[in-house]
């Protein structure tokens, strides 16, 4: 049931900030002349035990390789996209989630869950 709701929050918080996004880029003058092309943020997979969780909106994952960044394993703090997402987790926890990288340079998950 609560995948079920993580779910929803993330379709729902995506329906409301990729139309506000799209409209910013179009006021900054950032489309091309062939017209305006939707620009897919590249999302990578994690799999890890969580560290801290920090109620701001961040968590500390230690995680295994990610090949797609050519990472090692190592502990990082990553943001939260929705804090909504904190309200499940748990220390110890071991979590599969979903990152990308943010506007600021920073990596955002957008998706975490138990690992099974």
Not at 24 to 42: E, I
Not at 48 to 58: F, H, L
Request: with cysteine; proline share 4%.
């Amino acid at each position: 049931m609560k995948r079920f709701y993580l779910t929803l929050i993330l379709l729902c918080s995506s329906a409301v900030t990729l139309p506000a996004q799209a409209a910013m880029d179009n006021m900054g003058g950032t489309k091309n002349m062939a017209g305006a092309q939707a620009v897919k943020a590249q999302i990578f997979m994690g799999h890890g035990k969580i560290n801290s969780i920090n109620p701001t909106g961040t968590v500390n994952v230690a995680m295994g390789p990610v090949k797609a960044l050519d990472w090692p394993k190592m502990s990082m703090n990553f943001l939260i996209l929705d804090k909504a997402m904190l309200a499940s987790l748990k220390i110890g926890e071991h979590v599969n989630f979903d990152f990308s990288k943010d506007t600021a340079g920073g990596y955002v998950i957008t998706r975490i869950s138990p690992a099974k």
